[in-house]
C-alpha cells in the first residue's frame, strides 16, 4: 500500500538545481500536489533521495509524472526533479517560505511516540517503553486490544534536514477538555483523534501550546516507539486519543524489524478507521483550527 503525502504550494526552480545561494521564488498555488510512494523499488512508505515518486499536481504539469527526489530544503520540504518539463521544484504547506533556501540530501521519517509517554492499559498508565507484545492497551471507547508488536526507531538528528525531524509538543491541556493530562510528545506525523478527525501533529502547530520540539532538546540521536495492535486502533497516550501504528509506513524503519518478520512474516494490509484524515493544516477543519488556536496575548 504505497504512502501518499499532501502538499499545497509548488516553489518552481526552473532547470538550475538548489545550492547554498538559491532563493525561494513566489510559490505556485494554493492547490493540490500529492507525491506517492510507488516509483521505487518498494512501496514501504518511503523514497530515498535519487529515488523516483509519482507527482500529482496541476500546479507543476498536468497529469501525474514520475519525480526524482533530488534532496530537502531546510525547513524540510522534499526537491524534485521533475524530467517532463525540466524543472526542479519545492513542494509545500507553506505559503510564505523567504530567503535561502538551503539543502540537503539526507531525510528520514518518523511516525511514534516518543520515550516517556504514558499509554494506558488494564494495569493503569505505563510508559511506552516498557509495553510488552501481549500487554493490554485501553481504546479511546473503553474496550481493551492486545498489544501484537511495539517497533523501535533510532532518529538520528545530526544530518535530517531539521523540520522534518522535530517532534511536535502538546502542553498539557492543549487539545482541551484538560487532554493531555500532562505534556505529550510525538513525531510530526503521528495522528491524534481531534473532533472526529485523525489531524496529524504536526498539522496542529500553533507556535505556543502545540510546537515543534528543538532539536538541542533532542541529542544527536532519540528514540521512538510505535504499538502495533490487530486493529487500527485509538489509544491514550497521556490520556489523549492517539492511533496505533497504520501500516501505510513501512515497518523495515524500524530498528527491530527482524523480531516483526520472525513473529509474523508477511501480514494483510491493515483497514484504517473510518474518520477523516488531515496530514496538513490546510486540511484541518475550520473549527479545529479556531478551538485549537494559539491564545491571544492581551
Same mark, same amino acid.
Given at each position: ?135 493490554? *492497551?485501553?481504546? /479511546?471507547? &473503553?474496550? +481493551? ?8 526507531? =533510532? %532518529?538520528?538528528?545530526?544530518? $535530517? ?6 517532534? *511536535?509538543?502538546? /502542553?498539557? &491541556?492543549? +487539545? ?8 505529550? =510528545? %510525538?513525531?510530526?506525523?503521528? $495522528? ?107
Amino acid at each position: 500500500m504505497p504512502t501518499i503525502e499532501t502538499y499545497t504550494y509548488a516553489y518552481v526552480l526552473g532547470t538550475t538545481a538548489p545550492d547554498a545561494t538559491t532563493v525561494y521564488p513566489v510559490p505556485d498555488g494554493p492547490g493540490s500536489v500529492t507525491v506517492e510512494d510507488s516509483e521505487d523499488s518498494t512501496a514501504d512508505g518511503f523514497t530515498a533521495v535519487g529515488d523516483n515518486a509519482l507527482l500529482n499536481s496541476p500546479l507543476l504539469v498536468p497529469f501525474p509524472v514520475t519525480a526524482q527526489l533530488y534532496g530537502f530544503t531546510s525547513s524540510g520540504d522534499p526537491v524534485f526533479f521533475e524530467p517532463l518539463t525540466g524543472n526542479c521544484a519545492i513542494v509545500s504547506n507553506n505559503p510564505s517560505l523567504t530567503g535561502n533556501i538551503g539543502f540537503t540530501t539526507t531525510g528520514t521519517y518518523a511516525y511514534c511516540f516518543a520515550e516517556g509517554t504514558e499509554i494506558m492499559t488494564d494495569a493503569g498508565g505505563k510508559p511506552v517503553e516498557q509495553l510488552k507484545i501481549g500487554h493490554m *492497551v485501553t481504546t /479511546a471507547d &473503553g474496550t +481493551l486490544a492486545p498489544v501484537k508488536w511495539i517497533g523501535r526507531q =533510532t %532518529v538520528s538528528t545530526r544530518f $535530517g534536514p531539521a523540520e522534518r525531524l522535530m517532534p *511536535v509538543r502538546f /502542553a498539557a &491541556g492543549s +487539545l482541551g477538555d484538560g487532554l493531555p493530562h500532562s505534556d505529550l =510528545t %510525538v513525531t510530526a506525523d503521528h $495522528g491524534m483523534l481531534v473532533d472526529g478527525v485523525i489531524c496529524h501533529a504536526g498539522a496542529l502547530v500553533n507556535g505556543t501550546t502545540i510546537t515543534r520540539v528543538p532539536l538541542a532538546e533532542m541529542g544527536e540521536t532519540y528514540t521512538v516507539y510505535h504499538i502495533e495492535t490487530e486493529e487500527h486502533e485509538i489509544i491514550l497516550a497521556n490520556g489523549a486519543p492517539a492511533e496505533t501504528f497504520i501500516d501505510n509506513v513501512s515497518r523495515r524503519v524500524f530498528d527491530n524489524y527482524a523480531e516483526f518478520e520472525a513473529l509474523y512474516g508477511d501480514v494483510p494490509e491493515m483497514e484504517e478507521l473510518p474518520y477523516p484524515r488531515a496530514m496538513s493544516a490546510r486540511q484541518v477543519p475550520g473549527h479545529i483550527r479556531a478551538r485549537l488556536a494559539a491564545p491571544k496575548v492581551a
